[in-house]
């Protein structure tokens, strides 16, 4: 009888458990697709090495992109240290 009830309150608290982790997935957006949704032309630029944020010109439509070579950096960083 005692052994009844303990396993059922473990089931439950399994269930418990697994409805807050799935909700918490949920709502980080593990379960979502993105989709692309602009009709814009797209243009490839090779020779950009680690690109990291784009930002949109409202009133042009240019993309800005960063980038950064890093591992350029580092290659530099490693000779130069004695």
Do not use: Q, W
């Not at 949920?26 to 944020?53: N, Q, W, Y």
Request: glycine share 10%; charged share 20%; hydrophobic share 50%.
């Amino acid at each position: 009888m005692i052994l009844k009830r303990i396993l059922v309150v473990l089931a439950v608290i399994l269930i418990l458990v697994g409805i807050m982790a799935v909700r918490t997935l949920h709502l980080a957006g593990v379960f979502k697709t993105i989709k692309p949704h602009t009709g814009c032309e797209r243009l490839v630029i090779g020779g950009m090495p680690g690109p990291e944020d784009i930002t949109i010109h409202p009133g042009n439509g240019l993309a800005y992109i960063s980038s950064d070579d890093r591992r350029a950096r580092a290659d530099v960083r490693e000779l130069s240290v004695p």
